[in-house]
């Protein structure tokens, strides 16, 4: 997992608290909890959250500044924190799970769930978590307009019969084979989705409205998860 120090839409976010502890602690947990994370491993370029990650039981890979970036994505982060660590302990990896610090509402079984099928069916190259949604989505178009993504003829209905869509949310689990991490992907072209019907993996924590809405689910709602 990365996190950098230098957030601008929320300063300093991966180290606040949520739920009495701080963000990234909250991953941390879930991939120790997961049961197939052998090596819970950070990527940050800030020594509080490296110190706050290995309090939590996390190891770290401090990265570089040109990986910390706020435009620089997560696959050469991932791809330089996979090199360093298996540099450092003569080790190689057959399998990278991407979790997202932000993305605070995942399950450990989703983790679990995500590794277990990639390891089972050798002809995937991933495996991530996905949101369920019946919604129609509409992309503006060259000329200005508006046209609908995925079958404009598409008729509308109910939602219990219409044809859903996912959302991609690698930042809630994603399994990956460490060959395609190596070569700068963070998904390769083979998938299996893990489908997730909780409405709450809609809350990624990037302003200080993300972070008071999460923490007020966290603490407060009792009820189902979806």
Same mark, same amino acid.
């Given at each position: ?6 957030? $601008?839409?929320?300063?300093? $976010? ?6 009495? =502890?701080?963000?990234? @602690? ?7 909890? &997961? ?11 800030? =020594? ?19 990986? @910390? ?37 995942? $399950? ?26 019946? $919604? ?65 993996? &809609? ?12 923490? =007020? ?10």
């Amino acid at each position: 997992m990365g996190a950098r120090g230098g957030s $601008k839409g929320l300063p300093r $976010k991966n180290v606040l608290s949520v739920g009495g =502890k701080p963000l990234i @602690a909250h991953t941390i947990a879930h991939a120790k909890a &997961s049961g197939v994370c052998d090596v819970v491993l950070v990527s940050t370029e800030d =020594k509080e959250i490296a110190d706050i990650a290995r309090r939590y039981g996390a190891e770290v890979v401090m990265r570089p500044p040109e990986l @910390a970036g706020d435009r620089v994505p997560a696959e050469p982060m991932v791809q330089h924190a996979l090199a360093a660590y298996e540099s450092e302990h003569t080790l190689t990896f057959d399998i990278v799970v991407y979790l997202q610090v932000t993305d605070l509402f995942r $399950k450990p079984e989703t983790i679990r769930e995500c590794v277990e099928r990639l390891a089972a069916n050798p002809n995937l190259d991933s495996v991530f978590a996905a949101y369920e949604t019946h $919604k129609n989505f509409w992309r503006r178009s060259p000329d200005g307009g508006f046209v609908r993504v995925w079958r404009p003829e598409l008729d509308y209905g109910p939602r219990q019969t219409a044809e859903h869509l996912y959302r991609e949310d690698t930042g809630i689990a994603c399994a990956t084979r460490a060959p395609i991490v190596r070569s700068g992907r963070r998904i390769g072209p083979r998938v299996d989705i893990v489908v997730s019907e909780d409405f709450r993996t &809609s809350i990624d924590i990037h302003t200080a409205f993300d972070l008071w809405l999460a923490d =007020k689910v966290l603490v407060e709602w009792k009820g189902e998860a979806s």
